[in-house]
């Protein structure tokens, strides 16, 4: 029961990690309603201190969403997917002591229903492990 959780040091906050996620981590899977940018970094960058972790960002847009509880909801679905399926990007990730910086961006401008929005990220996240298997 341990592996699904979702701890405030996966959380991805701060400008400096944002930043040099946006400007760097120029790889990007789309998969409609959501977009994922990611950065990996090597064990030994100063920037990261957890090895073989995830730093997880999500983000509703404010412009599709003129309703905090809709965007909370979005992000919600999104962290409970996460939480529940991660196990298996984190223990990928630990094998090869790499760091992951992802962000995840919904940018359909409707709610989805958790099971439809489920199946999308999926995909979304196959894609990643495929791309991160690719990388190195």
């Known amino acids: 029961m341990s592996e699904f959780t979702f701890h405030k040091a996966e959380r991805l906050c701060g400008n400096h990690l944002t930043d040099r996620l946006f400007t760097q981590g120029n790889r990007s899977i789309g998969c409609f309603p959501v977009r994922l940018v990611w950065l990996a970094l090597g064990p030994d960058d100063s920037d990261f201190d957890v ?20 965007r909370n909801r979005v992000k919600r679905q999104v962290r ?39 199946q999308k990220l999926d995909q979304a996240f196959e894609k990643l492990a495929d791309q991160l298997r690719d990388v190195k």
């Open 51 to 70: 090895n073989g972790g995830v730093r997880l960002l999500i983000s509703a847009s404010k412009r599709h969403f003129k309703h905090a509880v809709d």
């Open 80 to 118: 409970e997917y996460y939480r529940t399926h991660s196990h298996a990007l984190k223990t990928a990730l630990a094998g090869k002591g790499e760091c992951l910086l992802l962000a995840v961006l919904f940018t359909d401008s409707k709610l989805w229903d958790s099971r439809s929005l489920g």
